[in-house]
């Protein structure tokens, strides 16, 4: 899986980049097959300023089912990503689990006589 990281107000880093990489790779690994892209938008709301104004905010796209997305504010990026990616782990499994236990119509096969 390999998300678009897109940075506003913040210095995109590589070790940045490659920790939202890592944990999303940790908490989504179960459901890598089911999902089709990860957008990952992390911005700073204040600018220099300080203070809690880091947002993390990720949406997954799922082929054939609305788009999952999930945000959180925290002090510092790291604290947002983990937290955006634990609630975006949680919605996705309930996301999957409801398309399971959607009752689906079976009908019986066609026999085609040429």
Same mark, same amino acid.
């Given at each position: 899986?390999?998300?678009?990281?897109?940075?506003?107000?913040?210095?995109?880093?590589?070790?940045?980049?490659?920790?939202?990489?890592?944990?999303?790779?940790?908490?989504?690994?179960?459901?890598?097959?089911?999902?089709?892209?990860?957008?990952?938008?992390?911005?700073?709301?204040?600018?220099?300023?300080?203070?809690?104004?880091?947002?993390?905010?990720?949406?997954?796209?799922?082929?054939? %089912?609305?788009?999952?997305?999930?945000? *959180?504010? /925290?002090?510092? $990026? @790291?604290? &947002?990503?983990?937290? #955006?990616?634990?609630?975006?782990? %949680?919605?996705?499994?309930?996301?999957? *689990?409801? /398309?399971?236990? $959607? @009752?689906? &119509?079976?009908?019986? #096969?066609?026999?085609?006589?040429?």
């Amino acid at each position: 899986m390999k998300p678009t990281i897109v940075a506003k107000g913040v210095k995109l880093t590589q070790v940045l980049r490659d920790y939202v990489t890592r944990r999303l790779q940790f908490s989504l690994n179960h459901a890598r097959q089911s999902i089709g892209g990860v957008i990952v938008r992390i911005s700073d709301q204040n600018g220099p300023k300080g203070g809690i104004d880091k947002q993390c905010r990720i949406q997954i796209n799922v082929p054939g %089912m609305p788009s999952i997305v999930v945000s *959180s504010t /925290a002090a510092r $990026i @790291a604290e &947002a990503v983990d937290l #955006a990616v634990h609630r975006a782990a %949680m919605a996705l499994g309930r996301t999957r *689990s409801r /398309a399971k236990s $959607i @009752a689906h &119509a079976r009908y019986p #096969a066609l026999e085609l006589n040429a």
